[in-house]
């Protein structure tokens, strides 16, 4: 909770509760004036639409900051990306690597770019990565895949219901060809089922192909949508194209043991004298923070354990036309550590949730492109290896974060490179 000053200075101003009440009045109270900064109507992309815009905001920054020669000539290449364009933010990107892959679809040394403002960050996963790389490789597997719509169908009571979804169960064939009659990528492949007293959910898991298929999975789901209210023998008091159940850009349990996007797993072996050499710790030390941390997770009510799969993945999917805000459910997954049978390290990752594409979405602008080129995985077939690097990518940020920690080295090296 916010802390009050009460020093007599700060109470200076508030002599009274009444005082205090026409303030807050006055200072909190809806304004109905005209609003001064008023832009252009047209979302979309135009000379003219881009010159109005920034005629609203010359006096505010110097456009070439935001608008400079070569942003403006790749203008409509944003189109399908941008409403109201202005320009483009330049994030540093930095690469990390190699980082040695072996996996069911990623079987490379990869490069790896990192788009992001925060140091010691691509020092760290590439410290990771070669390290992993001296091993031989991460042994990464893509598991399922799977993008899911749940819309929600409300009832007067049970009784109906239960009805509607006895009509569902079906339906599944006819809900299959009306999904995929509005996709050429995507596959309807399974229709589950949850009853919540006179609320019926419908989670619509798909396979989407090479792309994260989130607008790929609305679209289509709205179709089946649309037919459901219009042929259902139950009609719904009310229904809504989603009802919270899919996970979409938010942390949940329901995919720890399930997927959303790409579920991948990742491991590596490590001997003692790698972890000393790049480490500067010992397996032991690493194996006992990382229960230390277990624990700690589980008393902050945390989904999942890991250190800190979201700086891996956020910096990837800037760097890689991603949908940025899938961070927030992709950065939930359990990393592991024990001794092996040689005294060595284990170290596994698994991540349930990645969502994630090799087309579509900002895959296909040219700085994004160009970040997917270095890794070599632009365009169809490649987004289950892009998958498998990603999980590896955070294997390395774990590997070298608890290395930094039980070193006594992390806050070191923030001192270092962020000064």
Known sequence: MPKINLSKSSREPFLSAENITTTLEQKLSPKHHRATQRLTPSPYISDKAIAKRWSKLADKTEQHLLLDPQTQSHAHLYNKNIEHFVGTVKVPVGVAGPLRVNGRYASDDYLVPLATTEAALVASYNRGAQLITAAGGASA????????????????????????????????????????????????????????????????EYQTGDASGQNMVTIATNQVFQYILEHSPIEPRE???????????????????????????????????????????????????????????????????????????????????????????????????????????????????????????????PSQKACLDILGLHGQGKSQALAEVAAALCLAGELSIVGAFCAGHFSRAHQKLAR
């Not at 799977?146 to 239960?162: E, M, Q, W």
């Open 239 to 365: 229904a809504f194209l989603d009802g919270n159940l899919s996970g979409d850009k938010k942390p949940n349990s329901y995919t720890m043991r399930h997927v959303r996007g790409k579920k991948v797993t990742a491991e590596v072996h490590l001997s003692t004298a790698l972890v000393e050499k790049y480490l500067h710790t010992t397996p032991e030390k690493m194996v006992r923070f990382g229960q230390v941390t277990t624990t700690g997770a589980a008393l902050s009510g945390a989904i999942g354990v890991n250190a800190h799969y979201a700086n891996a993945l956020a910096a990837l999917y800037i760097a890689c036309g991603q949908d940025a805000a899938c961070v927030a459910e992709s950065a939930v997954g359990i990393t592991r550590m024990e001794l092996n049978s040689q005294g060595g390290l284990y170290a596994c990752v698994t991540l349930p949730n990645l969502m994630l594409g090799t087309v579509g979405g900002g895959t296909g602008l």
């Open 141 to 204: 597997m893509l598991i399922n895949e799977g993008v899911t719509r749940t819309p929600a169908f409300l009832f007067d009571s049970l009784i109906d219901a239960g009805q509607f979804v006895a009509w569902v169960v079906g339906q599944y064939d006819g809900f299959k060809q009306i999904a995929e009659s509005t996709t050429s990528h995507g596959k309807l492949q399974d229709i589950n089922v949850n009853i919540e007293g006179n609320q019926v959910y419908l989670v619509f």
